[in-house]
């Protein structure tokens, strides 16, 4: 059997464009000779549609795009995900749910048990897990149909299972040959290695084929990266489709032959791909077409905008530098030099009438009063303010340009530097910033040299460095990835990496006491395992205490 691995980016809620998108992916694995195309999870309506399922009418427009979908494909058998109706009494109306569409029906329809409450995964609030699986016979075969995290949870594959139920193990037991997934799988850095090595070790443990076929696209904070994929009964990759873009690959389940496609490395070439897809379909699906981004003449908004532009088109990007009093006249020629060398449009609107106009108004209440972070973060909002009205003005998506390191100790200002639709890189810990500007700058320089090797400084009093407040990047990155991905103890962290407790449990109490900041935060792309966001959920007003000492403010 010839089966297409057809990776599509669907939009949620756009059951036409989603089904327009199905009907060329079946015409052209017809075209091409296969037996069966296999689509991703929820393809019909986009994944993940959340609180959208709470709607009957939702559910009732599900129902008729896929019936109607399967009047209008052409002679091909073909696998889709929907959100069907749930059955029996659970208290919940909707079922994530695969289904085989051929000869103008539903042939065959399999709910997914697993659903995932952890990271960014909320399922067990929208959906109802299916109580039974069957094995589905097709073509001479007997396929094993399965929905993304029903093949997470193989007891020889993970050390410690969250679930007391295996539908693979259940499925095989009725005796499938070939293994099918069809997922919604968002990606983070070594994900896509993971889902690979999880795919080889059921198919050995099994002696099957397993086929994954992987939704691709940006879907708000989350980027899906595709990266469909076949293996063999030995656990070779006999087929793998493209990263971070729509693809389809043949697979023949017969002679394990299948087409295989580059892939990029892991690491930072990884992440630069994720963050152009995840920053084109956020902006495109949010229905805009250009963006503005605020340039310091730091390397964090140089990096930004030549995101933007490698997204977008340097056509649809304005760079905006906005010097302030104390604003070094390095920083205005840096940005305006990254501004020529990405071609885009450039606009200068100094600060410094609108802060003295402020500080003007503010003399009375100040009075007494020395200048403190008080009018540092007079002048970012000055420059919030005046991105936002630009951003009214002529109908663009304003990119914030903080980055996580900043964004964890609340090095950062509410309604300054935090204003915007759009935090590029606020999951991009501060080294990773400047990897990703050297791979930016790799075929030649776009962003200035001088970005790269300048001390990071907000520039909001003089001779400010980041230093002044913080640890070097280098030792805040490790403790801070530590504390956030890994859940570690201040005592754990200080021992790991040989520093001071106190500092440790300092930047730890920061990060916790910033909590408030992060939720009025424009939504980032993720690209760690544990971004902030939906997937770190920590509330705002709680005093807890670590074992270690370590205080929550």
């Known amino acids: 059997?010839?089966?297409?691995?057809?990776?599509?980016?669907?939009?949620?809620?756009?059951?036409?464009?989603?089904?327009?998108?199905?009907?060329?992916?079946?015409?052209?694995?017809?075209?091409?000779?296969?037996?069966?195309?296999?689509?991703?999870?929820?393809?019909?309506?986009?994944?993940?549609?959340?609180?959208?399922?709470?709607?009957?009418?939702?559910?009732?427009?599900?129902?008729?795009?896929?019936?109607?979908?399967?009047?209008?494909?052409?002679?091909?058998?073909?696998?889709?995900?929907?959100?069907?109706?749930?059955?029996?009494?659970?208290?919940?109306?909707?079922?994530?749910?695969?289904?085989?569409?051929?000869?103008?029906?539903?042939?065959?329809e399999q709910r997914k048990m697993l659903l995932p409450t952890y990271d960014v995964f909320d399922e067990a609030r929208h959906f109802a897990p299916a109580s039974t699986q069957q094995v589905l016979a097709f073509c001479g075969s007997r396929l094993a149909l399965t929905i993304c995290e029903d093949c997470w949870n193989d007891s020889t594959f993970w050390k410690h299972r969250l679930y007391a139920r295996d539908p693979i193990e259940e499925?095989?037991?009725?005796?499938?040959?070939?293994?099918?997934?069809?997922?919604?799988?968002?990606?983070?850095?070594?994900?896509?290695?993971?889902?690979?090595?999880?795919?080889?070790?059921?198919?050995?443990?099994?002696?099957?084929?397993?086929?994954?076929?992987?939704?691709?696209?940006?879907?708000?904070?989350?980027?899906?990266?595709?990266?469909?994929?076949?293996?063999?009964?030995?656990?070779?990759?006999?087929?793998?489709?493209?990263?971070?873009?729509?693809?389809?690959?043949?697979?023949?389940?017969?002679?394990?032959?299948?087409?295989?496609?580059?892939?990029?490395?892991?690491?930072?070439?990884?992440?630069?791909?994720?963050?152009?897809?995840?920053?084109?379909?956020?902006?495109?699906?949010?229905?805009?077409?250009?963006?503005?981004?605020?340039?310091?003449?730091?390397?964090?908004?140089?990096?930004?905008?030549?995101?933007?532009?490698?997204?977008?088109?340097?056509?649809?990007?304005?760079?905006?530098?906005?010097?302030?009093p104390y604003s070094s006249p390095g920083s205005l020629a840096d940005a305006r030099k990254l501004a020529e060398n990405l071609d885009i449009r450039f606009l200068t609107l100094p600060i410094a009438k609108v802060f003295d106009a402020y500080r003007a108004e503010l003399a009375q209440p100040f009075a007494g009063r020395g200048e403190d972070v008080t009018e540092e973060n007079l002048q970012a909002r000055v420059r919030g303010n005046l991105l936002m009205a630009l951003s009214n003005k002529f109908g663009a998506l304003v990119l914030s340009t903080g980055n996580k390191s900043e964004m964890a100790v609340g090095y950062c200002t509410l309604y300054g530097d935090l204003a915007g639709g759009l935090a590029v890189i606020s999951d991009v810990p501060k080294m990773m910033v400047y990897d990703l500007a050297r791979h930016i700058n790799c075929e030649r320089e776009l962003i200035p040299k001088a970005c790269l090797e300048k001390a990071p400084s907000a520039e909001l009093k003089p001779g400010q460095t980041d230093q002044d407040s913080l640890p070097p990047y280098e030792v805040l990155d490790k403790v801070l990835k530590d504390y956030i991905e890994e859940g570690r103890t201040a005592a754990e962290i200080a021992r790991a990496h040989g520093l001071p407790t106190g500092l440790v449990r300092e930047l730890i109490e920061r990060v916790d006491r910033s909590e408030y900041k992060r939720h009025q935060a424009p939504p980032g792309l993720k690209v760690t395992s544990k971004a902030f966001g939906l997937g770190r959920r920590f509330p705002i007003a709680q005093n807890y205490t670590d074992p270690d000492g370590s205080k929550s403010k």
């Open 1 to 108: 059997m010839k089966v297409a691995l057809a990776q599509i980016n669907p939009t949620v809620g756009d059951f036409v464009g989603n089904a327009a998108k199905i009907r060329q992916q079946a015409e052209e694995a017809r075209r091409r000779g296969a037996d069966l195309v296999v689509l991703t999870e929820l393809c019909l309506c986009g994944y993940p549609p959340r609180d959208l399922v709470e709607k009957p009418s939702f559910l009732a427009h599900n129902r008729r795009a896929l019936e109607q979908l399967a009047g209008e494909l052409p002679p091909i058998p073909t696998i889709v995900g929907f959100v069907g109706e749930a059955s029996g009494e659970t208290g919940k109306r909707a079922a994530n749910t695969a289904a085989l569409l051929a000869d103008g029906q539903v042939k065959f």
């Open 171 to 324: 499925l095989m037991g009725q005796g499938s040959d070939l293994l099918i997934n069809i997922s919604a799988s968002p990606f983070s850095m070594g994900k896509r290695a993971q889902r690979r090595e999880m795919m080889q070790a059921l198919a050995r443990r099994h002696r099957v084929p397993v086929v994954m076929v992987n939704q691709v696209g940006g879907n708000d904070s989350l980027i899906f990266d595709g990266s469909s994929l076949a293996v063999d009964a030995g656990g070779r990759v006999c087929a793998q489709a493209r990263s971070f873009a729509e693809d389809m690959v043949l697979f023949d389940t017969a002679t394990g032959e299948g087409e295989v496609r580059a892939q990029p490395a892991e690491g930072v070439e990884e992440v630069y791909e994720a963050l152009l897809l995840g920053t084109r379909d956020y902006v495109r699906k949010c229905g805009f077409q250009q963006v503005m981004v605020g340039l310091s003449g730091g390397i964090d908004s140089s990096v930004v905008a030549a995101l933007a532009v490698a997204a977008l088109g340097a056509e649809n990007v304005t760079g905006v530098a906005m010097p302030g």
